[in-house]
């Protein structure tokens, strides 16, 4: 059993400056929300996929950091000890997902927005859209509502477990680490169920708002996303706590690994998009190819930008073993990558929600019944891609912010969305130690040299 | 070439070696070689070895091989033997990544698995000498160029630190 002690501050101290600097942040994201809803159309689709957008993204986030650190149990590794309090802290962020995600099912369940076609059961049926009569097994406003609430109350569940059997540890653990061995079941169980639910989840929230296309790369695209933009969030973290003065037991070295996962899953995360993008750029059926002819005419500079930002830029940057050990360097990447990602749920969600609501207006022929376009004109011409992206000068003059850009609203609403995330994340942060005690990998954690 | 005159202790365990390193270090004795079974944490700095130059050299592999397989295929495409697959466009972009992909991982690899074996003298049909054999086993090893450090002060420098066995070799 470990005997460390130090000199530095045992917890976290959330101060009144942090609680000021947050609640401004939030206010200004609640302001943005209420100004989005004034400015908006009659479906308040802006709004609604702008909550949509924020409340999957930071879930997401939560979700990364509980899988990441049941993973590490699982996989009895040591490295990452000394700092399993972030992970712990940033994974309670799951309660605010797990609200934020109800309100938008119980919603969708009152029909109360238009961000999914498949919720309009009327209209396709009279449209007699066999597609959607045949996916309605799984996409339906029950499945979508109980899958909600269930999955993300079983993440937060698990985790919250975890969480405690960790703190209990601290003033509790014995010679047989039984609180660990507890951690390891709990994990073994958590991790399958995230598994297949994040999957579930990734479809039923994202990939179903454009419900008659559909890529089975998706939920792996969607969750390598998460995890680069959890592991953007734990550098910048640790970097502001040492800062602070906080952890001087997380050395060069724990940053260096960190920065590693940045590296490799920006990596992972570009080997997926460009995947999903080539079989149906090969395969050219119209009613694939429609999903990424709608980006490259209306988001071009967004669509060819999340490639710059999440793969060119940390690929170059972080390729150097030096870079990945300067806080200064690491941590640049580790926020534009962060920003990069959240626009990559923005072309996710975004694009979809506009057709949908163009739909649900009465704009009928645009989606539904037009899917030979995309692969007629590909076809036809033999260079698709140059093709498309020369149609996007046509369509310069359909350039909405909120709706083909990021707009202010969209950058004040994630900005609340991340002071709530900081929020919550300090607040469970200052709850307890923030370097464990009794945890059997604890020492090697803290000689931890790569 | 005429061999080198070498003076070597043997230890049993790496923290012992450490600590032998550190003291050889404080009484200025230069170092010539270290020799042990596994990767010893923290022993470069102590020896002052700079970092490997081999992933640069990798690098500039790696970037051949994306080239070769790029503007190969671009020729092949577009101008050697233009064929149409798929009613695609002669110059297929994402069509070609996997290919350099597998190329740019293939020269990189290749080209730094032999670069490393030529750096280290390594290769099919090389025997190297060794100090001795346990130094690949169980035992970490300190050794010291007789033109640099006398054997007489190198002995009693591994008497002094611990060391189990002290032996002279020509290599």
């Known amino acids: ?450 | 070439m005429a061999g080198k005159q070498i003076t070597y202790g043997l230890y049993n365990d790496e923290t012992d070696m450490m600590a032998a390193v550190k003291h050889a270090n404080s009484k200025h004795l230069e170092i010539m070689d270290v020799f042990s079974p596994f990767p010893v944490h923290g022993l470069d700095p102590l020896l002052g070895l700079s970092e490997s130059r081999l992933h640069i050299a990798g690098f500039v592999y790696g970037l051949l091989g994306t080239l070769t397989a790029f503007l190969g295929m671009t020729w092949i495409f577009t101008k050697d033997w233009p064929i149409v697959f798929g009613g695609k466009p002669y110059w297929s972009v994402p069509a070609f990544i996997p290919i350099t992909f597998e190329l740019t991982v293939l020269f990189a690899a290749v080209g730094m698995t032999f670069t490393f074996y030529i750096l280290c003298g390594l290769g099919p049909g090389v025997t190297n000498k060794v100090l001795d054999d346990r130094i690949t086993d169980d035992k970490f090893c300190i050794a010291f160029d007789e033109t640099e450090v006398g054997r007489g002060e190198a002995e009693s420098f591994f008497n002094s630190t611990g060391a189990t066995e002290v032996h002279s070799k020509v290599l």
């Open chain 1, 1 to 450: 059993m470990s005997t460390y002690i130090s000199d530095s501050p045992t917890h976290f101290e959330f101060t009144a400056r942090h609680r000021m600097f947050l609640l401004v942040g939030i206010a200004l994201g609640v302001i943005c929300l209420g100004m989005t809803w004034m400015v908006d159309d009659e479906f308040h689709s802006r709004f609604w996929s702008n909550l949509l957008h924020n409340s999957v993204f930071f879930t997401g986030i939560a979700l990364m950091a509980g899988f990441f650190l049941s993973v590490c149990i699982i996989a009895w590794a040591g490295w990452h000890t000394v700092f399993k309090r972030v992970w712990e802290a940033m994974s309670m962020n799951l309660l605010v997902g797990l609200v934020f995600m109800t309100i938008i099912a119980l919603v969708t369940y009152m029909h109360g927005n238009h961000l999914y076609h498949w919720a309009d059961v009327k209209s396709y049926v009279a449209e007699d859209d066999q597609i959607l009569i045949g996916k309605s097994g799984f996409l339906n406003k029950n499945i979508y509502l109980i899958f909600t609430v269930v999955f993300v109350g079983l993440w937060l569940f698990f985790m919250t477990r975890i969480r405690n059997l960790s703190i209990a540890e601290d003033s509790d653990g014995d010679a047989s680490f039984s609180h660990h061995h507890k951690m390891r079941k709990y994990a073994a169980l958590f991790l399958p169920l995230v598994g297949f639910s994040s999957a579930a989840m990734i479809w039923q929230w994202i990939m179903s708002i454009d419900a008659h296309w559909y890529s089975t790369m998706f939920a792996w695209y969607t969750g390598a996303s998460w995890f680069v933009s959890m592991m953007c969030f734990t550098v910048l973290s640790l970097i502001y706590l040492k800062g602070k003065g906080y952890y001087p037991e997380v050395t060069k070295e724990h940053i260096h690994d960190l920065g590693k996962f940045i590296f490799a899953f920006s990596i992972f995360w570009t080997y997926l998009w460009f995947s999903q993008y080539m079989l149906i750029w090969y395969a050219n059926i119209g009613e694939e190819t429609v999903y990424f002819k709608e980006r490259f005419d209306k988001y071009p500079v967004l669509f060819y930008g999340n490639l710059l930002v999440n793969f060119i830029l940390p690929f170059f940057v972080l390729m150097r073993n030096d870079t990945k050990r300067k806080f200064g360097s690491l941590g640049f990447v580790a926020g534009v990558v962060f920003v990069g990602h959240w626009i990559d749920f923005f072309l996710m969600i975004k694009p979809g929600v506009a057709i949908n609501t163009h739909h649900a207006m009465g704009g009928h022929g645009d989606h539904g019944g037009d899917h030979g376009h995309g692969a007629e004109h590909a076809g036809e011409h033999g260079h698709g891609v140059a093709e498309s992206v020369g149609h996007g000068a046509e369509h310069a003059s359909e350039f909405v912010l909120g709706t083909t850009f990021p707009g202010f609203l969209e950058l004040g609403t994630m900005i609340g969305f991340l002071s709530l995330f900081i929020l919550v994340f300090f607040m469970v942060l200052s709850k307890a130690r923030l370097v464990p005690k009794n945890d059997p990998y604890l020492e090697e954690s803290l000689h931890h040299h790569v």
